[in-house]
């Protein structure tokens, strides 16, 4: 355990809004984010021809419900690219001497698919030897982890990481949401904690919408 990194528990407030009338993009960056204090930049792009809103927040500790939460709320009809960029100022190890080889995402709740359907999640690695990305199609299925030994990650130095970027390419009407992201190692300590938070869940529909609204 003494390994893991956190690199984000959505603890620091920040938020993003794209409007879909408008033609700009959204995007704040918020600094001293996680383990290693990285820049976080969000982004949020909507997409699909809907005519709403697309909302992306790290709610931090207090004054949005849930706290410590990243989410995703797309309006009615409306799609979107989400990303979360961490720029770690030089190179870190995210091994931490070679122990850590997994990421670690803590989604809550459980995945509906008619809200889930045809969306992506992206992880993109750039480190001083190369860069990759991994997509995965977002199912019930999803597994919480993803290996650092991932063939798209080939080039990758894993000691040696400048910057990550996370993206939700997300369907019309997704919401989405995230309480975590880390790196652990295999098998002891990441086990234990899939075993404690139920493995991947993570996307709740029109209820989350429902529920903010009348906050």
């Known amino acids: 355990m003494a390994s893991s ?8 407030f920040q938020q993003v809004v794209d409007v879909a009338q408008a033609p700009e ?18 982004t949020v ?3 699909g ?10 709610t931090g500790g207090s004054g949005f419900v849930p706290s410590n939460t990243l989410t995703l709320i797309n309006g009615t009809g409306q799609a979107s690219d989400a990303t979360l960029g961490y720029n770690f100022g ?35 690695v ?3 030897s ?3 990305t991994n ?14 030994s991932d063939a798209d990650f080939a080039s990758v130095d894993f000691e040696n990481v400048k910057s990550l970027a996370f993206t939700f390419e997300s369907v019309p009407s997704f919401d989405g949401s995230l309480n975590a992201i880390s790196v652990v190692p295999l098998p002891a300590s990441a086990l234990l904690l899939l075993g404690g938070l139920g493995g991947f869940a993570g996307l709740s529909a029109a209820n989350r919408r429902r529920g903010r609204k009348e906050a």
């Open 126 to 128: 750039n480190s001083t």
């Open 5 to 12: 990194i956190l690199l984000d528990d959505f603890s620091t």
């Open 25 to 42: 993009t959204n995007t704040s960056t918020e600094s001293g984010v996680g383990d290693f204090g990285a820049d976080r930049k969000m």
């Open 90 to 124: 030089g190179p870190v190890d995210l091994t931490m001497g070679g122990l850590n080889d997994k990421f670690f995402f803590e989604f809550p709740g459980g995945i509906l698919s008619g809200d889930v359907t045809g969306s992506n999640f992206l992880t993109t």
């Open 49 to 58: 021809g809907g005519l709403e809103a697309s909302t992306f927040t790290s």
């Open 45 to 47: 792009i909507t997409s």
């Open 135 to 148: 997509t995965e199609a977002l199912t019930p299925a999803s597994s919480p982890f993803l290996s650092f």
């Open 130 to 132: 190369g860069s990759g």
